[in-house]
């Protein structure tokens, strides 16, 4: 990688310098319809009758509160915020997340976002995701692999079976394509 131009920014740790910045939503995005809400409840509805029956009360409230979050997480929309990488670390907004404590990174689509993910060496958060512009995708290829290993993160055992539940119990309508 030598004769980069930006490889004199991270061998230079006298002062900070930006190496990219930019400005995107602070979480992944999904404006979700009508038909969504009304089959969601639909089926915490039935659960719910269910687990009543069997005298389960807590889980039908512990249920009924993460279809509340998930309510206002899809119907307030995020806000803007700063993305920084600097030749310390990287910013998300005013939180810093230094180069010795980030361990690996990847790209993945959430919802209807590009996000970048970065995995991390604290107890909390663990992971650590950024919504990001997919114009800027190669360039930020580019700046992390310099630094932290660039991964293929394989599914989980629990993203093959939100993803089994999603084809298979579509909460809303599928576009056709032709």
């Known amino acids: 990688m030598k004769g ?4 004199y920014i991270f061998t230079d740790p006298s002062e900070e ?15 979700r319809d009508k038909d969504f809400w009304v089959t969601a409840i ?10 009543f029956l069997i005298g389960e009360s807590m889980l039908i409230i512990a249920l009924c509160s993460i279809l509340f979050l998930y309510y206002v997480l899809s119907t307030v929309p995020p806000q803007n915020v700063n993305y920084k990488i600097t030749n310390r670390g990287l910013y998300f907004g005013e939180l810093n997340y230094t180069w010795d404590v980030l361990e690996r990174f990847w790209f993945k689509n959430s919802l ?7 995995e991390t060496k604290l107890r909390f958060p663990r992971q650590i995701s950024f919504v990001i512009n997919p114009a800027d995708k190669e360039k930020l ?12 993160n394989p599914p989980s055992a629990m993203d093959k079976t939100v993803k089994w539940f999603g084809n298979h119990l579509p909460l809303e309508k599928r576009q056709k394509t032709q």
């Open 4 to 7: 980069k131009k930006d490889d």
């Open 17 to 31: 310098k930006t190496v990219f910045e930019w400005v995107a939503a602070e979480r992944a995005f999904k404006n």
């Open 42 to 51: 639909s089926i915490l509805v039935i659960v719910g009758i269910i687990l």
């Open 112 to 118: 209807d976002s590009e996000m970048m993910f970065i």
């Open 141 to 152: 290829l580019d700046i992390m692999k310099r630094k932290i290993p660039l991964t293929e």
